[in-house]
């Protein structure tokens, strides 16, 4: 079971995700791999909207493509909903691994 020494080497908005919305979900940090599965993955505003050079916006384009081909299933949220809305972000991962689990698509 993951500590939380190992999750203080994560940045806020990725120990936003994992108290608001992974562990009300599952209880525990089990089987997770935040360095890979949260990290890199939840959209700030600004990284988009302000900080990205075009050719920083589409590498992350074609990165996230990249998941896709290689079998990752990918979520995304943004920080105002993770901070502001929890339980929607919650409801989205039980019903993607209800679709993903249950056998269902979508």
Request: with cysteine; hydrophobic share 35%; net charge negative.
């Amino acid at each position: 079971m993951r500590t939380e020494e190992d999750l203080a080497e994560h940045g806020y908005a990725e120990k936003l995700f994992l108290e608001k919305v992974w562990f009300p979900v599952f209880h525990h940090f089990d089987s997770l791999n935040p360095e890979y599965e949260v990290e890199d993955y939840i959209d700030g505003y600004k990284q988009h909207a302000s900080h990205a050079t075009r050719a920083q916006f589409a590498d992350s384009l074609m990165r996230q493509n990249h998941l896709v081909l290689d079998g990752w299933r990918i979520l995304r949220f943004s920080f105002d909903h993770i901070n502001d809305k929890p339980r929607m972000c919650q409801q989205v991962i039980q019903q993607f691994l209800g679709n993903y689990f249950g056998g269902t698509t979508a």
